[in-house]
């Protein structure tokens, strides 16, 4: 058998990918998911929450008030980080801390007006720009392609 570790050209050529083999395409996927968050992530930077400021806010938003704890287990972080992240928000006026009606000892964080307002902001940022990308960038062929690829990413991430 030949010796191919020293000349590349004498290497058997590696078949292109397949991509749709569900292989390559879970890698592919992944990382343009990953861009695509990141991008939408720094159309929205001036509000200066961190991603786990914001996590927590819309979390409070969309689920109501919570105690430390309960976040902290909902966010997969430990209880000591989450009082970091809550006092940021407080420091920012963006939520509000009321005593736990069923145990007195404990507290109850909810966002605010003014933290609505900031996830209103940041929601309307990243919306604006990927209307005017998905206007500028692509015509309606491309724009009907990527409603289709939307309806079926929504079938993989609700079954």
């Known amino acids: ?50 991603p786990s400021q914001r996590s927590v806010l819309a979390r409070l938003e969309s689920d109501g008030p919570a105690t430390t704890a309960a976040l902290a287990r909902a966010e997969y972080v430990r209880p000591q980080s989450m009082r970091l992240t809550l006092a940021a928000l407080e420091s920012q006026a963006l939520v509000d801390r009321a005593p736990d009606p069923e145990d007195g000892r404990k507290s109850l964080v909810s966002v605010n007006d003014a933290g609505r307002a900031t996830l209103a902001g940041l929601r309307a940022a990243k919306h604006d720009w990927l209307t005017e990308a998905l206007t500028a960038e692509w015509d309606e062929a491309e724009r009907q392609a990527v409603a289709e690829a939307v309806t079926l990413l929504g079938r993989l991430v609700e079954r």
């Open 1 to 50: 058998m030949p010796d191919t570790t020293e000349n590349p050209a004498a290497r058997p050529a590696t078949p292109p990918a397949d991509d749709s083999a569900p292989d390559v395409l879970a890698v592919r996927l992944a990382a343009v998911v990953g861009r695509l968050l990141r991008k939408l992530r720094t159309e929205s930077a001036e509000s200066l929450l961190t």
